[in-house]
């Protein structure tokens, strides 16, 4: 079992690019040392108490900054939030000090249980107050600032009276939280309700950003035969998607940002490439900005 009562430091995320680590590229990272920014960990699968898990954790996070984000917390679910679940967290925040901590804009609990879904919900005075108040409960909870993740979205409540952005916005005033601003679920929530992405980048409050993620989604059409993206991440991304976010660049500056592959995942070759582009696209959408200013 590895040392849970040596410290480590916990300095900033990088304003580069950074992977989810996944168990099948462990042995390679270590061997390799990769230049990369940052590895990023879904705490679900760290709340264990030991194991080759957290011997493989933590030595990487002696050499990398790392991001922990949660998907279980179920922040906009009607329920209170599992105490349990909120200790075992913190548990995994005072063991590894990630530069930055996240969870999702959704729920995923009912009284049959945990639902295999990070599901929408509508945006309205009642559920902004309930985010809110959970929001504030994690913060005090886990004893820092956290990150609260954009969803994606195949449908809109007609009983939403907030619009999605000001609804996030509202929250991270109301809270003090960050935001991390998923790209690829910009453009799978706009596209599917023919939205305009670019203009949801525009209105985004990028000084609230702490964090970018980036992943691929797959493509099928409605009952209309209307464009149709599913959040997929297993695969690239793709142009439009990259094109977003230059233009998220150019309007927030250089953040964090993650490569998201979670299933069918590629060899460590093909992933690293991936973030490499991130990088490029940092660089170039920099560079672009200040030749136009």
Excluded at 63 to 92: K, Q
Excluded at 226 to 250: C, E, F, K
Aim: glycine residues 8%.
């Amino acid at each position: 079992m590895p040392d849970q009562t040596r410290p480590f430091p916990a300095p900033d995320l990088p304003p580069r690019a950074g992977v989810g680590l996944k168990p099948q590229h462990y042995a390679e990272i270590l061997a390799t040392a990769p230049d990369l920014g940052f590895f990023e960990v879904h705490a679900e699968n760290y709340m264990g108490a030991g194991g080759p898990p957290h011997r493989y954790l933590t030595a990487i996070r002696e050499r990398y900054p790392l991001s922990l984000h949660g998907v279980a917390l179920s922040i906009g679910g009607p329920r209170p939030l599992n105490r349990d679940h909120l200790a075992r967290l913190r548990g995994l925040i005072d063991r590894y000090q990630p530069a930055v901590f996240s969870e999702h804009l959704a729920w995923s609990t009912h009284d049959a249980g945990y639902l295999n879904d990070l599901l929408p919900l509508p945006y309205t005075d009642e559920t902004l107050q309930l985010v809110c108040d959970h929001v504030d409960e994690v913060q005090e909870a886990v004893g820092r600032r956290m990150l609260l993740e954009n969803p994606s979205t195949y449908l809109a409540f007609t009983e939403s009276t907030w619009d999605e952005i000001d609804f996030i916005a509202e929250i991270a005033r109301r809270t003090g939280c960050g935001l991390l601003l998923d790209v690829n679920n910009v453009q799978v929530t706009c596209t599917n309700q023919m939205r305009d992405p670019g203009y949801y980048i525009d209105r985004y409050p990028h000084h609230a950003v702490g964090e970018i993620h980036l992943g691929g989604h797959d493509e099928d059409r409605d009952e209309a035969g209307r464009p149709l993206l599913i959040d997929s991440h297993d695969r690239p991304v793709d142009g439009p998607v990259w094109a977003l976010y230059a233009r998220t660049i150019n309007r927030g500056g250089r953040k964090p940002t993650l490569i998201e592959w979670d299933n069918d995942v590629p060899a460590w070759a093909e992933l690293q490439a991936e973030a490499h582009r991130a990088e490029a696209a940092m660089a170039q959408a920099e560079w672009a900005h200040d030749i136009l200013v």
